[in-house]
T-cell receptor, first 114, second 116 residues
Framework: DTGVSQNPRHKITKRGQNVTFRCDPISEHNRLYWYRQTLGQGPEFLTYFQNEAQLEKSRLLSDRFSAERPKGSFSTLEIQRTEQGDSAMYLC????????????FGDGTRLSIL | AQKVTQAQTEISVVEKEDVTLDCVYETRDTTYYLFWYKQPPSGELVFLIRRNSFDEQNEISGRYSWNFQKSTSSFNFTITASQVVDSAVYFCALSEEDFGNEKLTFGTGTRLTIIP
């Protein structure tokens, strides 16, 4: 039973560039969540999917951010025209669904903007 | 709006001491779920426990125990006979009974350091 997998582990890019992260959830999980974590803070919710449908987006998710889960399996999170403030750890989680189910997290992708 | 407060930013104890991590939450829902997660230096958040709002029984799992008190909106976590491997950042989190809104709201975490 493999856990949630995220790629890449680290991404360094120049301001203004586009970046894309990938998340592969636990195979039997239909819910997939994205969070952002900055230094010294807890994770903050960005968005989540039930299968391929994106059900909720946080106000933190500006127009430069887009997430997809095209076939209800893996998901991608893209940030366009990156800014210094986008530097953070981006965490993906998956669950069986419902607010009572624990979410299981991947190792995260650390984004650094030069 | 839901909110989780972990007032203890950092705690250091000597190995084998007991330590309690505090968590206070706010929610308007009568049905909600509370979670604790551990984030070791490697970075991955590890699920520890879930508690339903309608179940106030305390729980013990090995050296870990959790004290849930609705009257004070608290869900505290105690590690007995701490070990160096317990060093990590611990997060308390809350989700409300809303099947259209399944986000977890996290506290800011407590960094626990166990001194050998």
């Amino acid at each position: 039973d493999t856990g949630v997998s995220q790629n890449p582990r680290h991404k360094i890019t120049k301001r203004g560039q586009n970046v894309t992260f990938r998340c592969d959830p636990i195979s039997e999980h239909n819910r997939l969540y994205w969070y952002r974590q900055t230094l010294g803070q807890g994770p903050e919710f960005l968005t989540y999917f039930q299968n391929e449908a994106q059900l909720e987006k946080s106000r933190l998710l500006s127009d430069r951010f887009s997430a997809e889960r095209p076939k209800g399996s893996f998901s991608t999170l893209e940030i366009q025209r990156t800014e210094q403030g986008d530097s953070a750890m981006y965490l993906c989680a998956s669950s069986l669904g419902g607010p009572n189910q624990p979410q299981h997290f991947g190792d995260g992708t650390r984004l650094s903007i030069l | 709006a839901q909110k989780v407060t972990q007032a203890q930013t950092e705690i250091s104890v000597v190995e084998k001491e007991d330590v309690t991590l505090d968590c206070v939450y706010e929610t308007r829902d009568t049905t909600y779920y509370l979670f604790w997660y551990k984030q070791p230096p490697s970075g991955e958040l590890v699920f520890l426990i879930r508690r339903n709002s309608f179940d106030e029984q305390n729980e013990i799992s090995g050296r870990y125990s959790w004290n849930f008190q609705k009257s004070t909106s608290s869900f505290n976590f105690t590690i007995t006979a701490s070990q160096v491997v317990d060093s990590a950042v611990y997060f308390c989190a809350l989700s409300e009974e809303d099947f259209g809104n399944e986000k977890l709201t996290f506290g800011t975490g407590t960094r626990l350091t166990i001194i050998p």
